[in-house]
Every structure is written in structure tokens, then in C-alpha cells.
């Protein structure tokens, strides 16, 4: 219904003035809304986690997935004492319906999972064409450390400047998953409120990716970050990422072909236990014991293993355009295309 009510607030307001890239909200996903725009995965999991991924049935009725009016989690399993020759713990991959090119999301997270051995990830990806088509980590990261590394994997041929404008720090430079084990281009965020327990500690806050034909930004803001715009914070109708300011993390198309490198993509949440960056990485942390030997024992150390989402907003890439920026109402709104 929210999807109709805001299509219809388009059709009848009378347009402001909006000049730059601003991008229309086309997907306005809060609460209940989750279980109609993503379908669940039930898959193995392909980077080796200690979990078992659930069906949307098996999740809502072992609660492991939650939504009321205006909140959504997602969560691993924190009761089952598990076989060590069994199934891994039940967790739960979502991917949305809809695929995106040209847009921006905004994640508007209360909370995120945290525990040792949780991997949880927040990203983008054509998983049938997979790494041709690309990949976008928005959120990512293991074991608790902080910071958030965002990452772009992809085929060769694609490689990110070492000087960019953005406030985060860059990790490798080539994209391509066959360099640097599959690392990506990553940039780490400059600080460790966008991860793990300190984001839990404030009330989580919000990640935001512009997708656009020639860049690819991520923002991060923390609650209580004043300088969070308020079309991000309220959730607005239009959002202008030009007015945002510095980015954390800056992918340009400088030496990378995008249409060659970036498919139309899903965005998908997952959480994975250990596997093959969570539980290749557990020694160097102060967790204790084996990462599936963690997983299988504790059931109670995952209590707050949870992604709590107050939104996912979608802008922009669903509404039909002309190359002159105007929409099949007429209506100039935006400058992309
Ligand atoms: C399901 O999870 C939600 C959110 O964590 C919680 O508020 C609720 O009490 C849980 N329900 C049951 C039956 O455990
Ligand atoms: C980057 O995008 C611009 C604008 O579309 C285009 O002219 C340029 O060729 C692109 N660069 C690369 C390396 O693809
Ligand atoms: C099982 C699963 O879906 N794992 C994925 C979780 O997210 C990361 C993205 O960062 C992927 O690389 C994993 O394949």
C-alpha cells in the first residue's frame, strides 16, 4: 500500500524545484513491507559460514525474522546447541526483488549484528553473473572490528585512483576478484561508530550508496551525527546527494568501464557465521576458542546477532526517464540520463 500512497503523492504534488542529481523515492520498504520485497535464500552458504540459510517460513516462525509497523529483524538463531556433524546455525539471506542500476538506498539501521564469528553484509550484487557483473559491499565486516570496509569486486579491467575525495581510507586498488584474494577496491571508514558494537552502542545510524552511470559513493552517519541531512534522517520524498557533502567511500569510473563491470543489481542482506573471512580471521581476535567450535557451543553468545532496520529506502532508478531528464509525466526532475 505504501508503494501506491507514494505513487500517487507524486502524481498529485506539485514538483519542487530540484535541480542536480536528485532521485525520486520508488521503493519505501518499512516493517512488514520487507517480506513483499525480498525473497529468501535458502542456499548453502557460498563463502563456507557455519550457517543453515531458512526459507521465509522457517524464519518467521522461529523469529528469526521480526516485523511490526515500523521495524524489521533479521537474526541468527541463539537458542540451538548444534551437532558438530549436523547443519550449520539457521540464519537468514535476503535479496530484493527489484534490481538497480542508476539510484541511491538509504539503510536506516537500528542495530546490526554483533558476536564473535558474525559476518554480516549489506550489499549489491547480479549473483548469476557473478563477479562479471560486480559487486557493492555497502555494510561489511567480522568478528566485531570496526571500521565498515566498503568494497567493489569485479571482472579485470577495473582499478579506483589512489587519491579520491572521500573521508574514507583505501585498502586495494584493483577491483578485480582475482587480485589480492578477493579483497576488492575497499575503502575502510574513517570511524568505528559505522560497525559493530560502538554503532549499536548509539542506535546504529545510516548507510547510503549512490549508484550513478559514472561514480559509485557511500555515506555513512551515525544517530547521533548532527550532520546527517534531514531528507536522510525524515526519509523525504526526493534526495539530492550533491548537497551531502564528502563521501566515505568514492568509486569513479575513471579506469573502470562501468557498463561492462556493473550489472543491474539485487541488494542483499545476509549474515554468515565464521566461513572464509569471519573464521579464516577469528585467531587474530580475542574470541575465544575455534569459530565453529564458538557457533556450535554457545548459542547465547548470538542473543545480539541481529540487524534491526528502521527502513530501506530506494530513490530513483525504477522511474522512467527520457534523456532529457524528464519523467513520462512531463515533469523536468533531474538532470542523470
Ligand atoms: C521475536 O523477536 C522479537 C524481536 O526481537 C521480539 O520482540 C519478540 O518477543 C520475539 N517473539 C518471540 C515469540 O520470541
Ligand atoms: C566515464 O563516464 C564518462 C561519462 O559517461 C565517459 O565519457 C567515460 O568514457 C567513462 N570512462 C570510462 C573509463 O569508462
Ligand atoms: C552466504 C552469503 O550470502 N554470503 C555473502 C554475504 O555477503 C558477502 C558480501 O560481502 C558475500 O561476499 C558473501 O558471499
Known sequence: MRLFASTALFALSPLPLVLGATYLLTDNIVGKTFY??????????????????VNSATSSS?????????????????????DPNGPGRNSVRIRSKKTYTTHV????????????????????TDGANWPNGGEIDILEG??????????????????MPSSRTMTGTPTYLDCQTGANSNAGCGVKLSTTLSYGPAFNKVGGGWYVIERSPTYMKVWFWSRRDTSVPAEVANGGQYVNPDTWGTPAAYFPNTSCDFPSHFDAHSIIINLTLCGDWAGATYGQTSCPSTCVGYVNNNPSAFTDAYFDFASLRVYGATVPLTKRGVDVHGRAHRREF
Open 105 to 124: 538506498a538509504v539503510f536506516n539501521m537500528r542495530h546490526m549484528p554483533q558476536g564473535c564469528g558474525t559476518w554480516p553484509a549489506v550489499w549489491e
Open 36 to 53: 513483499s520485497n525480498f525473497d529468501w535464500e535458502a542456499i548453502p552458504d557460498p563463502t563456507h559460514g557455519r550457517v543453515n540459510y
Open 142 to 159: 567480522v568478528n566485531d572490528q570496526a571500521p565498515d570496509l566498503v568494497s567493489v569486486h569485479t571482472s579485470p579491467g577495473c582499478t
Open 62 to 82: 522461529q523469529n528469526l525474522t521480526f516485523a511490526t509497523s515500523d521495524t524489521f529483524i533479521l537474526r541468527t538463531d541463539f537458542k540451538t546447541v548444534l
